[in-house]
């Protein structure tokens, strides 16, 4: 029962945070882009060059494996325990005193992640299904769909879901390195486990499902060849080859029930990692207590120090000397690709973009807005400016550091402004984006994750995105269009946040 | 120097009536706001900080209302929040000195002012550990090494000694009354041996009304009755 209790008190808390109805809409909106047509000109899953098709059976196998492919990528970081969170609140504390065995306050935790990224696949997957209805009409088979689309994405959202809360209780409060291990982690596993396994034999860690239905497909059209997920572009005279999708046998089911076994043990596994008596912030700062104070130590103080109204300027220029003092290897990051940008500019402009696309998710996370406590922001809302300012202060600080490095771009190569500038805009739509739902919605891991994703379709798929906000394929009009837009949204969205606040 | 708030109201969501309709003056001193939990005096600090928009009502500063234009009163204002906080990245020294710029002082004596400061309340040994590894205890004395290190007109402090031992306390004591004629000083606390160290007077707060308001001489009388408690004199 307290076990019970515990998930459903963590996922009545995660389920009310704005961020996580942006995750849902987000993640599903991507979904739809998961089932192409038959007149795009793209697929998401081939066999050496030759896309597949096939019904609603196909539809569900298709996108259950690139939604929890993509999926489980960045909810390793938006489905964690929050164990890392309530140690940075000081409300692990409580929950440490609590007369709850070890074992249930990390299961009942990873319950809740689990139970998260069940909704999310099953919104994924009504929005998908609607669109399919719609699309196909009476052909459509919803049973099939979903049936496919559940057995291959819900497991792996459990395991995404189990490694999430291991990586949140081991490092979580390293968040540099979360990031990091996670994504190289989540790549490697995915590698090592799925397309690399035999093509007729179900890989018991197979966690993204990908073995089940390369054999699944193996069997059925006797053809051993391995498939490849992601969204791909057809060559010129390859002809489709038609598939009805999992059946499924019996073995599959099993392959994928053995998924959800696994995370349950990793559950166990991570309980036992869990250091219940030594909280982070307790450690760290028990050290060494402070010096005695003598009653006569005031005399040392002379008179304080008087200072001058700040102007918006003269604040940025400060915020600024402060976090490049804080943050030199990013500044020298920076300054490296201020000077890349200016000899690659015309040779190397897509890679140029690409990782210049990389610097706000890294300076972002210097600012330590997102989980920064109430009185902070009441100490700085008491200065010049409120919060308003304070807050239009350091994005305008953000603005100036991802986006100098890009100006060697035009630098480098001056006959070709408009990528430069379609590049710059693209870097304040992330910006935006960024800054509203990590700063101000507090839901720093998930702004990352999407961006981080995001950045991986537009810089190395095959496929045009939708909106290719950075200029890297082609600046359109609907560039421009879609970054000034993104802006002006988000400062609306921003400033009737703050104002909410207070 | 003088600060006024006339007709102050707070309603929050659901009705709520946090403040309502209040009016007091404030000069030159410490005045000590006294009051059970939910009477309304971190909403009135709150709002004095403008941190917190009133419905209705104005916090007069100087001839300006603060209600409306709030930076007229934060350029001379310090607010040190319940349980003060800071980047747990920043080390003390550098949190300090990053709170001063943004005030306008100049860099130098931005530096100078916050070690002098933190060696006052015992960190100056810890000036350069990141503020993640700190204490409550030793968050609290960085409150008062903040407080220590501006030359501001109005400080609002929010429960300031909670979790200070004997000592610190001392300090603070000392460090407000040394600083309390120059400046307009508002004390919330529920701490009896505080206020009747610090404050000038007493001003008692009840579901968002004041209840009274009185000079240090009738603190322990008003202390008993806002509290409901029998004191010995």
Same mark, same amino acid.
């Given at each position: 029962?307290?076990?019970?209790?515990?998930?459903?008190?963590?996922?009545?808390?995660?389920?009310?945070?704005?961020?996580?109805?942006?995750?849902?809409?987000?993640?599903?909106? !991507?979904?739809?882009?998961?089932?192409?047509?038959?007149?795009?000109?793209?697929?998401?899953?081939?066999?050496?060059?030759?896309?597949?098709?096939?019904?609603?059976?196909?539809?569900?196998?298709?996108?259950?494996?690139?939604?929890?492919?993509?999926? !489980?990528?960045?909810?390793?970081?938006?489905?964690?325990?929050?164990? *890392?969170?309530?140690?940075?609140?000081?409300?692990?504390?409580?929950?440490?005193?609590?007369?709850?065995?070890?074992?249930?306050?990390?299961?009942?935790?990873?319950?809740?992640?689990?139970?998260?990224?069940?909704?999310?696949?099953?919104?994924?997957?009504?929005?998908?299904?609607?669109?399919?209805?719609?699309?196909?009409?009476?052909?459509?088979?919803? %049973?099939?769909?979903?049936?496919?689309?559940?057995?291959? *994405?819900?497991?792996?959202?459990?395991?995404?879901?189990?490694?999430?809360?291991? $990586?949140?209780?081991?490092?979580?409060?390293?968040?540099?390195?979360?990031?990091?291990?996670?994504?190289?982690?989540?790549?490697?596993?995915?590698?090592?486990?799925?397309?690399?396994?035999?093509?007729?034999?179900?890989?018991?860690?197979? %966690?993204? !499902?990908?073995?089940?239905?390369?054999?699944?497909?193996?069997?059925?059209?006797?053809?051993?060849?391995?498939?490849?997920?992601?969204?791909?572009?057809?060559?010129?005279?390859?002809?489709?080859?038609?598939?009805?999708?999992?059946?499924?046998?019996?073995?599959?089911?099993?392959?994928?029930?053995?998924?959800?076994?696994?995370?349950?043990?990793?559950?166990?596994?991570?309980?036992?990692?869990?250091?219940?008596?030594?909280?982070?912030?307790?450690?760290?700062?028990?050290?060494?207590?402070?010096?005695?104070?003598?009653?006569?130590?005031?005399?040392?103080?002379?008179?304080?120090?008087?200072?001058?109204?700040?102007?918006?300027?003269?604040?940025?220029?400060?915020?600024?000397?402060?976090?490049?003092?804080?943050?030199?290897?990013?500044?020298?990051?920076?300054?490296?690709?201020?000077? %890349?940008?200016?000899?690659?500019?015309?040779?190397?402009?897509?890679?140029?973009?690409?990782?210049?696309?990389?610097?706000?998710?890294?300076?972002?996370?210097?600012?330590?807005?997102?989980?920064?406590?109430?009185?902070?922001?009441?100490?700085? !809302?008491?200065?010049?400016?409120?919060?308003?300012?304070?807050?239009?202060?350091?994005?305008?600080?953000?603005?100036?550091?991802?986006?100098?490095?890009?100006?060697?771009?035009?630098?480098?190569?001056?006959?070709?402004?408009?990528?430069?500038?379609?590049?710059?805009?693209?870097?304040?739509?992330?910006?935006?984006?960024?800054?509203?739902?990590?700063?101000?919605?507090?839901?720093?891991?998930? *702004? $990352?994750?999407?961006?981080?994703?995001?950045?991986?379709?537009?810089?190395?798929?095959?496929?045009?995105?939708?909106?290719?906000?950075?200029?890297?394929?082609?600046?359109?009009?609907?560039?421009?269009?879609?970054?000034?837009?993104?802006?002006?949204?988000? %400062?609306?969205?921003?400033?009737?946040?703050?104002?909410?606040?207070? | 120097?003088?600060?006024?708030i006339?007709g102050l109201r707070k309603v929050f969501g659901g009705g709520k009536v946090a403040l309502d309709g209040i009016d007091l003056?404030?000069?030159?001193?410490?005045?000590?706001?006294?009051g059970p939990n939910g009477s309304g005096k971190t909403t009135l600090l709150r709002l004095?900080?403008?941190?917190l928009a009133p419905n209705a009502g104005?916090?007069?500063?100087?001839?300006?209302?603060?209600a409306?234009?709030?930076?007229?009163?934060?350029?001379?204002? +310090?607010?040190?929040?319940?349980?003060?906080?800071?980047?747990?990245?920043?080390?003390?020294?550098?949190?300090?000195?990053?709170?001063?710029?943004?005030?306008?002082?100049?860099?130098?004596?931005?530096?100078?002012? @916050?070690?002098?400061?933190?060696?006052?309340?015992?960190?100056?040994?810890?000036?350069?550990?990141?503020?993640?590894?700190?204490?409550?205890?030793?968050?609290?004395?960085?409150?008062?090494?903040?407080?220590?290190?501006?030359?501001?007109?109005?400080?609002?402090?929010?429960?300031?000694? @909670?979790?200070?031992?004997?000592?610190?306390?001392?300090?603070?004591?000392?460090?407000?009354?040394?600083?309390?004629?120059?400046?307009?000083?508002?004390?919330?606390?529920?701490?009896?041996?505080? +206020?009747?160290?610090?404050?000038?007077?007493?001003?008692?707060l009840r579901a968002g009304k004041v209840a009274?308001?009185?000079?240090?001489?009738?603190?322990?009388?008003?202390?008993?009755?806002?509290?409901?408690?029998?004191?010995?004199?």
């Amino acid at each position: 029962m307290k076990l019970l209790s515990i998930a459903a008190g963590e996922l009545r808390q995660r389920l009310r945070e704005p961020g996580f109805l942006i995750l849902l809409v987000a993640l599903a909106t !991507g979904t739809t882009y998961l089932v192409p047509a038959p007149t795009d000109s793209y697929s998401t899953l081939s066999l050496a060059g030759n896309s597949l098709y096939g019904g609603s059976a196909y539809a569900g196998t298709s996108a259950g494996l690139d939604f929890a492919v993509f999926a !489980g990528w960045f909810c390793i970081f938006a489905l964690n325990g929050g164990f *890392a969170r309530d140690d940075r609140t000081r409300l692990s504390e409580l929950f440490r005193a609590q007369p709850v065995a070890t074992i249930a306050l990390v299961a009942g935790r990873t319950l809740a992640s689990w139970a998260l990224g069940a909704i999310l696949v099953i919104g994924a997957m009504v929005l998908l299904g609607v669109t399919l209805a719609f699309r196909e009409g009476s052909h459509f088979e919803p %049973f099939a769909y979903a049936r496919n689309f559940s057995l291959i *994405a819900f497991p792996t959202m459990c395991f995404a879901a189990s490694i999430a809360v291991l $990586l949140d209780i081991t490092i979580g409060r390293f968040r540099g390195l979360l990031v990091t291990a996670g994504l190289i982690g989540y790549i490697l596993l995915l590698s090592l486990t799925g397309p690399a396994s035999s093509t007729t034999t179900r890989s018991p860690l197979d %966690f993204s !499902g990908f073995s089940t239905v390369q054999a699944e497909f193996s069997h059925d059209t006797g053809n051993p060849a391995a498939l490849s997920a992601g969204l791909m572009v057809e060559p010129p005279g390859k002809k489709p080859i038609y598939w009805y999708g999992l059946k499924p046998e019996a073995a599959t089911v099993l392959q994928r029930a053995s998924i959800i076994g696994l995370s349950a043990i990793l559950v166990v596994l991570t309980s036992l990692l869990y250091r219940r008596r030594t909280s982070t912030i307790v450690r760290a700062a028990s050290v060494r207590g402070a010096r005695p104070i003598a009653a006569s130590s005031l005399d040392t103080i002379q008179t304080p120090p008087s200072g001058r109204a700040l102007g918006f300027v003269a604040r940025v220029a400060t915020e600024l000397v402060f976090r490049i003092r804080r943050n030199p290897i990013r500044a020298a990051a920076g300054l490296a690709l201020f000077v %890349f940008a200016i000899l690659g500019a015309k040779l190397a402009h897509h890679w140029v973009v690409t990782v210049a696309m990389l610097l706000p998710l890294w300076w972002v996370r210097a600012f330590d807005e997102s989980l920064r406590p109430k009185s902070l922001d009441e100490t700085l !809302g008491a200065f010049p400016g409120g919060r308003v300012g304070e807050n239009a202060t350091k994005i305008a600080v953000l603005v100036i550091l991802c986006v100098l490095p890009l100006l060697g771009l035009a630098i480098g190569n001056p006959s070709d402004p408009a990528t430069c500038v379609a590049a710059v805009l693209g870097i304040g739509a992330e910006l935006a984006w960024l800054t509203t739902v990590s700063w101000l919605l507090r839901a720093e891991l998930l *702004a $990352l994750g999407v961006a981080a994703l995001w950045w991986y379709v537009i810089g190395f798929n095959e496929v045009p995105p939708p909106v290719d906000y950075a200029g890297l394929w082609n600046v359109t009009n609907a560039t421009y269009v879609a970054d000034v837009a993104f802006v002006v949204v988000a %400062f609306f969205t921003g400033r009737l946040l703050l104002l909410r606040r207070g | 120097m003088e600060l006024q708030i006339r007709g102050l109201r707070k309603v929050f969501g659901g009705g709520k009536v946090a403040l309502d309709g209040i009016d007091l003056q404030f000069t030159a001193g410490v005045t000590g706001l006294v009051g059970p939990n939910g009477s309304g005096k971190t909403t009135l600090l709150r709002l004095l900080a403008t941190t917190l928009a009133p419905n209705a009502g104005q916090i007069v500063w100087n001839g300006i209302d603060a209600a409306k234009h709030p930076d007229a009163l934060r350029r001379d204002l +310090l607010y040190v929040p319940q349980n003060f906080a800071g980047y747990p990245s920043f080390s003390a020294q550098e949190f300090l000195e990053y709170l001063a710029r943004l005030r306008g002082v100049a860099s130098a004596a931005a530096r100078k002012a @916050a070690t002098d400061a933190l060696e006052v309340v015992g960190l100056g040994d810890d000036r350069k550990r990141r503020l993640g590894a700190f204490t409550p205890g030793m968050m609290q004395r960085l409150s008062i090494a903040y407080a220590l290190q501006t030359d501001a007109k109005v400080v609002l402090l929010d429960e300031p000694t @909670a979790g200070l031992d004997p000592g610190a306390r001392r300090l603070f004591s000392n460090a407000i009354r040394k600083t309390a004629g120059e400046r307009i000083t508002i004390l919330c606390t529920h701490i009896l041996e505080d +206020l009747e160290a610090l404050a000038d007077r007493i001003v008692a707060l009840r579901a968002g009304k004041v209840a009274e308001e009185v000079s240090r001489d009738e603190l322990r009388r008003v202390y008993a009755d806002v509290f409901e408690l029998e004191m010995a004199s």
